[in-house]
């Protein structure tokens, strides 16, 4: 046994991890080329060492991370950049292709300032961070992602409000816990449900707390030229003061951006230790996100969404007619199917498998105890007869399984 292992005891917990079904490791995944062996067909198919599957388990919702255009500018990226940038932005990581996406970005939100992380988790973490550096009270939505939780945890003056409550949450407000913020994301990410946006946002202005939004699900999935859930909801980005998307999920890329009011982002700057101490991501990323959010403004991003909504309308069909006791509400491209406890979980996951699918098999603590479920994404590079097979499949492994679980119960009764 080596030392840290010894020491530790880290066999036992991983032993009792996998006793109770949630031991968790990563698998090889490679990309499956067209039938026409090209790029262009997004992340519908996936390759493991058992096999090739139909991938229902991707946030690249636009089918974009593999798009022929993305990709030259990603070559032509590196050869004017080279591959890394090789140090922290504040020293000499920012090159004018950083600055170029930055006022992009500044442009889609309307915000004063844009700053660039190379991953969502860091760019909330820092967020978080940094109200905690001002004292400011954390309201969080239950749900929110588990970047923010994290770190909200350490604060002495959070909140965390029942999922999506706002009755819950302005309790809170008018018990006078300001000045504080209101953190919730545009699009839970495990249960694809949209946060009430336009009532925090009257919350906001009642108590002149602050509403910080991340929206790593519907920054470029959502609203008029895919610029995300504030302007799906409300029209505009005006009344959410600072704005969190990724580019590692519709944008098909990898990193993040935190854009907001000029003073604060300045105040980030100088304080976020994930900023200053960290290697700006590289500039052939940036360059490939630029053209990515030209795809995603213009007509083929109009395209992507639309073929998205249709296969998004067909399957929830199909699902209220074969399992509509397992799907919550979703309008989105996130799609719950609650199973319940992890057993079961895994074994709908291995069945689907059998069947050539994969779709993110979600066990507590991501999700509540007793809610285990298998997350379902749907992209624009589905077709519809991928869902229709999905729907079909999963209803009969679902359906054969309760049976199961039933027969038993009365056996052993
Ligand atoms: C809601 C939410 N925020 C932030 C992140 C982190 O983003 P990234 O994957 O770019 O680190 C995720 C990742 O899945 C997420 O679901």
Redesign the pocket.
């Known amino acids: 046994m080596t030392l840290v292992n010894r020491v530790f005891g880290i066999t036992a917990l991983l032993n009792e991890r996998k006793k109770k079904g949630l031991f968790r490791e990563c698998q090889i995944c490679a990309r499956v080329p067209g039938p026409d062996g090209g790029h262009g067909h997004g992340s519908r198919e996936l390759r493991t060492a058992s096999g090739t599957f139909l991938n229902f388990a991707s946030?690249d919702y636009l089918g974009l991370t593999d798009h022929p255009e993305i990709l030259e500018a990603l070559r032509e990226g590196i050869a004017e950049y080279g591959a890394g940038t090789g140090s922290s932005p504040l020293v000499t990581g920012l090159t004018p292709a950083h600055e170029e996406l930055s006022e992009r970005l500044r442009d889609i939100t309307g915000k004063e300032a844009v700053l660039l992380?190379?991953?969502?988790?860091?760019?909330?973490q820092a967020l978080i961070k940094a109200f905690m550096a001002l004292k400011a009270g954390i309201c969080l939505d239950r749900l929110?992602?588990?970047?923010?939780q994290d770190l909200a945890f350490y604060s002495r003056n959070l909140f965390r409000f029942r999922h999506n409550d706002t009755d819950h949450l302005e309790r809170h407000l008018i018990a006078g816990n300001s000045p504080g913020i209101i953190v919730t994301?545009?699009?839970?990410?495990?249960d694809g449900d949209l946060a009430p946006l336009k009532r925090l946002q009257e919350l906001r202005e009642k108590f002149r707390t602050p509403l910080i939004l991340?929206?790593?699900?519907g920054f470029g999935v959502h609203g008029p030229r895919g610029h995300g859930t504030p302007a799906l909801v409300c029209g505009s980005f005006e009344n959410t003061d600072i704005y969190?998307g990724?580019?590692?999920?519709a944008v098909g890329l990898?990193?993040?951006f935190i854009a907001g009011e000029r003073e604060f982002l300045s105040f980030m700057t100088n304080t976020s230790r994930e900023y200053i101490y960290s290697t700006m991501a590289p500039a052939f990323l940036a360059r490939g996100a630029l053209k990515s959010l030209n795809i995603i403004e213009g007509s083929e991003g109009e395209e992507r969404r639309g073929h998205l909504a249709t296969l998004i309308r067909r399957f929830r069909a199909n699902m209220a007619e074969l399992l509509p006791e397992y799907c919550p509400e979703s309008e989105t491209a996130i799609q719950p199917v609650i199973i319940g406890n992890t057993e079961n979980l895994a074994r709908v996951a291995a069945e689907l498998r059998r069947e050539g699918i994969i779709a993110g098999a979600i066990r507590p603590p991501t999700v509540p105890e007793g809610t285990a479920r298998l997350r379902i994404t749907l992209t624009a590079a589905h077709r519809e007869q991928d869902t229709d097979f999905l729907a079909e499949k999963l209803s009969g492994i679902v359906r054969m399984i309760r049976n199961k679980t039933s027969a038993n119960t009365e056996n052993t009764a």
Not at 144 to 148: F, K
Not at 246 to 249: I, V
């Open positions: 946030n992380f190379s991953t969502g988790f860091a760019a909330n929110a992602h588990a970047s923010m994301e545009g699009v839970f990410s495990m991340d929206d790593a699900h969190m990724t580019l590692s999920k990898s990193g993040a």
